[in-house]
């Protein structure tokens, strides 16, 4: 059941972009036809804002890229100092991420970044996803993703790497690892995070395909753990993150270690493998080509 | 719930029979006295007959040994070689396992394979077994079972083996892996193929007291993925199959066997061991008399 | 959904106290102001009793140790040893385990084995509750939980070592692994069982609050495997034993070793280094000091 629906989400052939153009499929519609890929205009400005009260120990991090916080190298240099920064002060308990950009939390990896660059960069931007999933993933502050618009690829992957997520009800958003739709592939640590969360099977069906879920097939199946209306997605995220805050930290802390670590262990211990994979892959001419033809259809889309 | 339901599906000892008995319980009526250990009559008849449509790259697999679809040597020898023409023919992208045998999907193992034969054969049996499943479990097809009938044990994990499972809606048919109601167990690769599907505690419950489902307990459960009234069983498979061929080959392919790899690599690197053990096993004297004390049952329903 | 209704299920800081004291949430009253740490009367009398009938080949050990049946390193043994003598006896098949206790399964680990203690003495007692884990989740019989009162921590874990857990259908009862409300943390082999039961997802949600369910929640994620009237929950218990006995021991024996053994072996293979985890973190001065703020507050309670 689960699959049809999210077989249905699909308008054209790529999940994701129908998140960026204007397409109506079974009643929902799609109104905002930006491009991922055609975002150069405010690189210098800060790509994420923290905000941090003392008092109660908790961070939010606004993702604030525009149009659609493309996890760029830039952007995911600039998350994970700012990730670090709050983990390296020891009164920061809590960090709730969110994002200021209206209906996507993360349109996921910025595929400029794939696109005829060479392999040093490549390799270069590839570390960069995997520094921010190890610094969530392994966090030893409370991380919950306040997911408040939709969330495919790897923007689903950090939210994945939270320890809770929180979505907003509105069945425009979807939210989902559908790499394969784009004739790309999620790494090992991609389904390995995902199966953690959601089971071996609903995995398998999901990656293969490429599927991506409105808020309650998400919900349906564990993708995210609450849905909320819209403008309560930020206050459920701190009201819920007081109930974390009220177990000792160390428990907690040794407890999540307990869960993850053979995770986070797997890509530690093959990080250069999986870098050299990553960039063998996206550097083959059918890839390139293939990312070549998804980038014109957007451009057309635009025009 | 699940295991009360499943529970009260035996009809006699052993589920199998049920399936090929004439008996009644709870509202469910078994109308076809057929045995399994007596269908000598056709062996030389094709037990497969292949539909392939070059213009879609999609085929179907009939089976259509009589009466029940029993997995023979024989039968999985000319199985495991349709499956291996489809695989080689490059233009080939997706194929459906369904039935052509009144109210049988497969009845699963052939006993008189088992029973009293050397261990030379029993061992050349059981290696055409995992051969079948090692083919379905890895292929880089898209492979669809159309389950329009019941499908213990062996059929079973053919289903399992897809990559998507469609069940006829009748509330007749049974599906599950009811190995030890018969005595004997279920090896390491059924249970971590059926654990993937549904999970370890699901798996843990089914295969300790051989549970059969219902169509809607299995579908509750995940052992299959859709329901749909019986005659819908193909169209439905063939729609779906669309779908997936939608998603790039490749893409598609990396990720299967990134999820399935791990499982399949555990049989083909202890292969002779599992046909060590499983002829060990079966050749014991208590075994073969349980399953004589089993054929002579089922010959005395049928007299 | 399970976390909102689990985490208003705390009444005041620690679950476990919930249990055993007088106070109202939303409905659920606890009306016992018994402490855990306060029931060294009757150290001598017999802490199980152990109805076996030859008949049916099945064992009931109803735990008698008031006020809570708490795993005291003298419960521990008493138990193992009554666990051992039914298993070495060919002709018990089955056992059930329920208390004599009023509202209550078990309450889990004895605080004061914990508290205070010689390293050595703790390191015995950490060796008689893996005792007892590992004769249960490994036994031969079939094992039903009859859980007729709150089981949290240690209860919850002699219940998930069991094939099947029926509970009373009672909400003012709770189960979980509820260790880090205390400040303690449930070691790697708690998680493996919870983990085999309820799914990865679950088990860290679970572990990293603490949560206890009461018995619909529990239902719904698969830590009990059925709800009854709370006087049913024996009769139920015996009426299921009846349907496992039905499955020929040695299929399901078999079965059984192959779903649970990795598990077991995990521990088997690490057990002196997992008593030597235990005794360095329960003998730490901030995890003392803990313990003593807890079982002070039980004592405020009680007066």
């Given at each position: 059941?689960?699959?049809?629906?999210?077989?249905?989400?699909?308008?054209?052939?790529?999940?994701?972009l129908s998140q960026q153009s204007s397409c109506s499929s079974h009643g929902r519609v799609y109104v905002s036809p930006v491009l991922v890929a055609q975002r150069r205009n405010n690189s210098t400005s800060p790509k994420i804002k923290v905000d941090y009260d003392k008092g109660t120990g908790v961070a939010v991090i606004h993702m604030q890229s525009p149009p659609v916080n493309s996890l760029s190298l830039d952007f995911l240099t600039e998350f994970c100092i700012g990730v670090e920064k709050l983990e390296m002060d020891k009164s920061c308990r809590g960090v709730i991420i969110t994002s200021s950009q209206?209906?996507?939390f993360s349109a996921g990896l910025d595929i400029m970044e794939m696109y005829g660059k060479t392999p040093e960069r490549c390799g270069e931007f590839w570390k960069a996803v995997q520094e921010m999933w190890l610094k969530l993933y392994s966090s030893n502050m409370v991380t919950i993703a306040a997911i408040n618009g939709s969330s495919p690829a790897g923007g689903c992957l950090m939210s994945l790497a939270c320890d809770y997520r929180i979505m907003a009800d509105n069945p425009r958003y979807s939210i989902g690892l559908n790499e394969t739709q784009l004739g790309i592939v999620a790494p090992f640590w991609f389904k390995d995070t995902m199966a953690n969360t959601v089971g071996h099977r609903t995995t398998e069906l999901a990656l293969e395909l490429g599927?991506?879920?409105?808020?309650?097939?998400?919900?349906?199946?564990?993708?995210?753990?609450?849905?909320?209306?819209?403008?309560?997605?930020?206050?459920t995220a701190t009201q819920t993150m007081t109930k974390w805050l009220a177990i000792p930290d160390h428990a907690r802390q040794i407890t999540?270690?307990?869960?993850?670590?053979?995770?986070?262990?797997?890509?530690?211990?093959?990080?250069?493998?999986d870098i050299h994979n990553f960039v063998s892959f996206i550097t083959k001419d059918s890839i390139q080509k293939s990312l070549r033809m998804y980038l014109e259809m957007l451009k057309k889309r635009k025009s």
């Amino acid at each position: 059941m689960a699959l049809r629906a999210a077989l249905r989400n699909k308008c054209g052939l790529i999940g994701l972009l129908s998140q960026q153009s204007s397409c109506s499929s079974h009643g929902r519609v799609y109104v905002s036809p930006v491009l991922v890929a055609q975002r150069r205009n405010n690189s210098t400005s800060p790509k994420i804002k923290v905000d941090y009260d003392k008092g109660t120990g908790v961070a939010v991090i606004h993702m604030q890229s525009p149009p659609v916080n493309s996890l760029s190298l830039d952007f995911l240099t600039e998350f994970c100092i700012g990730v670090e920064k709050l983990e390296m002060d020891k009164s920061c308990r809590g960090v709730i991420i969110t994002s200021s950009q209206p209906k996507v939390f993360s349109a996921g990896l910025d595929i400029m970044e794939m696109y005829g660059k060479t392999p040093e960069r490549c390799g270069e931007f590839w570390k960069a996803v995997q520094e921010m999933w190890l610094k969530l993933y392994s966090s030893n502050m409370v991380t919950i993703a306040a997911i408040n618009g939709s969330s495919p690829a790897g923007g689903c992957l950090m939210s994945l790497a939270c320890d809770y997520r929180i979505m907003a009800d509105n069945p425009r958003y979807s939210i989902g690892l559908n790499e394969t739709q784009l004739g790309i592939v999620a790494p090992f640590w991609f389904k390995d995070t995902m199966a953690n969360t959601v089971g071996h099977r609903t995995t398998e069906l999901a990656l293969e395909l490429g599927l991506l879920y409105n808020p309650s097939e998400a919900l349906k199946i564990g993708l995210v753990d609450q849905l909320v209306p819209e403008d309560q997605v930020l206050p459920t995220a701190t009201q819920t993150m007081t109930k974390w805050l009220a177990i000792p930290d160390h428990a907690r802390q040794i407890t999540k270690s307990m869960m993850r670590k053979p995770t986070i262990d797997k890509l530690t211990s093959n990080r250069e493998a999986d870098i050299h994979n990553f960039v063998s892959f996206i550097t083959k001419d059918s890839i390139q080509k293939s990312l070549r033809m998804y980038l014109e259809m957007l451009k057309k889309r635009k025009s």
